[in-house]
T-cell receptor
Framework: DQQVKQNSPSLSVQEGRISILNCDYT??????FLWYKKYPAEGPTFLIS?????DKNEDGRFTVFLNKSAKHLSLHIVPSQPGDSAVYFC???????????FGKGTRLHILP | KAGVTQTPRYLIKTRGQQVTLSCSPI?????VSWYQQTPGQGLQFLFE???????NKGNFPGRFSGRQFSNSRSEMNVSTLELGDSALYLC??????????FGPGTRLTVL
């Protein structure tokens, strides 16, 4: 049972444009959400997070939006750069001591 | 601070053997989680240890086990290896906040 779903296995975006990665979750008890980025042969690196008490969190080119009623979150990258080409994982947990559940990832290709 | 380290980086085993993977968390971090990554399945949670106790557990068979030592270093053991156990095994440590910091992983190939 996939509690965190990333329905797009891959996404291609032109350099300089906005990349929007989507994530849906089924467990309404999740209250903390994270995005990770992974390059081949490396472990995932933390990008940005959001608590369920917020609906938006911004860090430089990265913004995460949370829609609790729709159980949906998205990661916006503006502007997209070649180095953004990687696999992006959405993750969620119920509290800070709970396990963190990951989605299957979306491979982002930034086109020149 | 040094990051999360995992040893070995690569491992080749045959079916039926057992394997032990090691993870050293970031200094001061008491939580260590293990994940299995396979193509198309994302990161699947195996278990988490905190202060030498298993705090959370995923849905893996009993062949997968772990432990944590008093210095927070953790080991993961897989017994009676199967072909489907071939994967990248990732370890992550967590400090005072919810963000996890991952190691580079151990690539296990079962022949």
């Amino acid at each position: 049972d996939q509690q965190v779903k990333q329905n797009s296995p891959s996404l291609s975006v032109q350099e300089g444009r906005i990349s929007i990665l989507n994530c849906d979750y089924t467990n309404s008890m999740f209250d903390y959400f994270l995005w990770y980025k992974k390059y081949p042969a490396e472990g995932p690196t933390f990008l940005i997070s959001i608590s369920s008490i917020k609906d938006k969190n911004e860090d430089g080119r990265f913004t995460v939006f949370l829609n609790k009623s729709a159980k949906h979150l998205s990661l916006h990258i503006v502007p997209s750069q070649p180095g953004d080409s990687a696999v992006y994982f959405c993750a969620a947990s119920m509290n800070r001591d709970d396990k963190i559940i990951f989605g299957k990832g979306t491979r982002l290709h930034i086109l020149p | 601070k040094a990051g999360v380290t995992q040893t070995p980086r690569y491992l080749i085993k045959t079916r039926g053997q057992q394997v032990t993977l090691s993870c050293s968390p970031i200094s001061g971090h008491r939580s260590v989680s293990w994940y299995q990554q396979t193509p198309g399945q994302g990161l699947q949670f195996l278990f988490e240890y905190f202060s030498e106790t298993q705090r959370n557990k995923g849905n893996f068979p009993g062949r997968f086990s772990g432990r944590q030592f008093s210095n927070s270093r953790s080991e993961m053991n897989v017994s009676t290896l199967e072909l489907g156990d071939s994967a990248l095994y990732l370890c992550a440590s967590r400090g005072g906040y919810n963000e996890q910091f991952f190691g580079p992983g151990t690539r296990l190939t079962v022949l």
